[in-house]
């Protein structure tokens, strides 16, 4: 409420509070292991850390030029990466020694063709969007293919290509989520 054209301090605190208690509880579950997803990418909910070397889904800063790329279209909200934004959660569809073929129809593994992989053009603002070149990849050692199949206007490896397994920052496991569960490759 406002009195004599301030705000009064007993008004400030029962807005604030909840609030600033609000922020707190969900950064102290983000230092303990809990992401929340609130993108097309993957189901939204809720996702753990997890130890699983094996585990498909995968928390990661992009490369650099790419980095830089989903900065300026607006891509990723702030965050904890170096480029100050939110790191990325996507399923790793290929590891080393899988077989990748990217084609204009979209992304196979090991002769699996993979839903919702197709390439766009353009991104959902209408500016252009430069796939990866089409054509057979045998993964290396240390790297990764992380893409999307719940969503086709995923911004991943379609676009990036690889990376490496050193960009990993945290494996996860859907620990709450709406819908569907996240497709595993």
Known sequence: MIVNGRFNNEFLRWVL?????ALAVMGMLGLSGLRVNFTDSLPRGFYWITNDSKAVLVEFCP????????????????GICPDRKAPLLKPVIARAGDTVVVSAEGISVN???????KPRPFD???RPLNAWPRG??????AMVWVVSTYHPNSFDSRY?????V??????LRPLWVAGSTPVQP
């Open 136 to 141: 057979v990849y045998s993964v290396p050692a």
């Open 124 to 126: 959902s603002g209408g």
């Open 166 to 171: 050193a960009r990993i920052r945290h494996r």
């Open 160 to 164: 990036f290509g690889p990376i490496s």
């Open 63 to 78: 490369p650099s030029a790419f980095s830089m790329l989903s900065v300026r279209r607006g891509y990723r909200p702030s």
């Open 111 to 117: 002769g699996r063709k993979l839903p919702n992989t």
């Open 17 to 21: 509070l909840p609030i600033w208690s």
